[in-house]
């Protein structure tokens, strides 16, 4: 299975630091996208140590006889510890924590984990669609019936995380497999990308741009230029 992939972070246009961090795996092997929270120095290392521990963790076990989704498991549930470990470590960053999603391309079908609203978009043909379930209250309440989508866009609790790395109590983490073929895209994001374009603006983006690195600077251009509130975080892999 041949990849093409290629990402970009930007700090947006009102934080001054970006608490996003992201990594690629040059052999084309996973992709991980986290979201830091808890402070400037805190959402900073929150997701450094995520993207470090769970890149770690799969390069060291990557042979290893586990299926991929436990390796992906056990990948997320170290970062976890990891950041609980610097929070002791660090009282004045006790509340930090981060989002984090993953795909891991190790046997025929990609397997993918996830912690929080990050998202994993699968993009076919002209069709959009979303992977994950947000871990947030908003998305909670919308399931329930509690608000309609409308509502949900604009909730002022709409950034209230149900389930982050970095939480002792952190007792699932949503694993599952993928199926895909040839000429999907993938596309991992921060909550900076989805706060600010909907659904139907991203899909035109990757819609309109036949090269992933346009595509994806087209994506990044498009929500600084809907106010870039937040930290934004794009990454897109291609299968050919």
């Not at 950034?159 to 497999?177: K, N």
């Not at 991992?188 to 139907?200: K, R």
């Not at 035109?204 to 992933?212: E, G, V």
Request: aromatic share 6%; proline share 2%; hydrophobic share 40%.
């Amino acid at each position: 299975m041949k990849l093409r992939f290629t990402g970009l972070s930007n700090p947006g246009l009102v934080r001054f630091s970006n608490q996003d961090a992201y990594y690629i795996d040059p052999e084309g092997r996973f992709f991980i996208v986290a979201d830091g929270m808890g402070g400037h120095t805190g959402g900073e290392e929150a997701s450094r140590i995520a993207t470090q521990v769970i890149r770690n963790y799969l390069l060291q076990h990557w042979q290893s006889d586990h299926a991929t989704k436990v390796l992906l498991e056990n990948a997320f549930k170290q970062a976890n510890l990891a950041i609980v470990r610097e929070q002791q470590l660090q009282p004045q960053c006790g509340d930090m924590g981060t989002t984090a999603v993953a795909v891991v391309f190790r046997d025929q079908q990609p397997a993918i984990a996830h912690v929080g609203d990050s998202r994993l978009y699968l993009f076919r043909g002209a069709a959009l669609q979303q992977i994950t379930a947000d871990h947030t209250w908003v998305n909670m309440a919308l399931h329930q019936g509690d608000i309609t989508q409308e509502e949900a866009r604009a909730h002022p609790w709409r950034h209230i995380l149900l389930r982050c790395l970095g939480r002792e109590e952190l007792d699932q983490i949503d694993l599952q497999m993928l199926n895909v073929q040839s000429g999907d895209r993938l596309l991992l994001c921060s909550d900076g990308l989805t706060e600010e374009l909907a659904d139907e603006a991203i899909a035109f983006h990757l819609q309109s741009n036949p090269a992933i690195e346009k595509a994806t600077a087209a994506l990044l251009k498009a929500a600084l230029a809907s106010g870039g509130h937040d930290n934004i975080t794009v990454a897109i892999v291609e299968l050919e």
